[in-house]
Nanobody
Framework: QMHLVETGGGLVQAGDSLRLSCAAS????????MGWFRQAPGEEREFLAA????????YYADSVKGRFTISRDNDKNMAYLQMNSLKPEDTAVYFC????????????????????WGRGTQVTVYS
């Protein structure tokens, strides 16, 4: 498993943007698909986005497609989630995650598809 640490959460107003970062260590970063999930109080953990090992193929949940962008920098062992046009319903704890994989579209949407998780970063959006 990789060690993952998320940063970049905070309190923002509706319509603002925020970029989350995820620092990875402990494994070959380029052998991992990276993803982002979120979990609101009382809700299930929800898949948001995933990016393949090279960063050139992504997959998004319909709920964030067009507003959120996932990316990675393999030279820095970092993954990112750019979030635009934030809404109060985006309020949640956001988790970085990873799983081994180097080919194809990273269509891994289940929590159990991933074997490495960060502790999460809180994002709160007020209206």
């Amino acid at each position: 498993q990789m060690h993952l640490v998320e940063t970049g959460g905070g309190l923002v107003q509706a319509g603002d943007s925020l970029r989350l970062s995820c620092a990875a260590s402990g494994r070959d970063f380029t052998a991992y698909v990276m993803g982002w999930f979120r979990q609101a109080p009382g809700e299930e953990r929800e898949f948001l986005a995933a990016v393949n090992w090279s960063g050139d193929t992504t997959y998004y949940a319909d709920s964030v497609k067009g507003r959120f962008t996932i990316s990675r920098d393999n030279d820095k062992n970092m993954a990112y989630l750019q979030m635009n046009s934030l809404k109060p319903e985006d309020t949640a704890v956001y988790f970085c995650t990873g799983r081994p994989g180097i080919g194809g579209t990273p269509q891994y949407v289940r929590r159990q598809d991933y074997d490495s998780w960060g502790r999460g970063t809180q994002v709160t959006v007020y209206s």
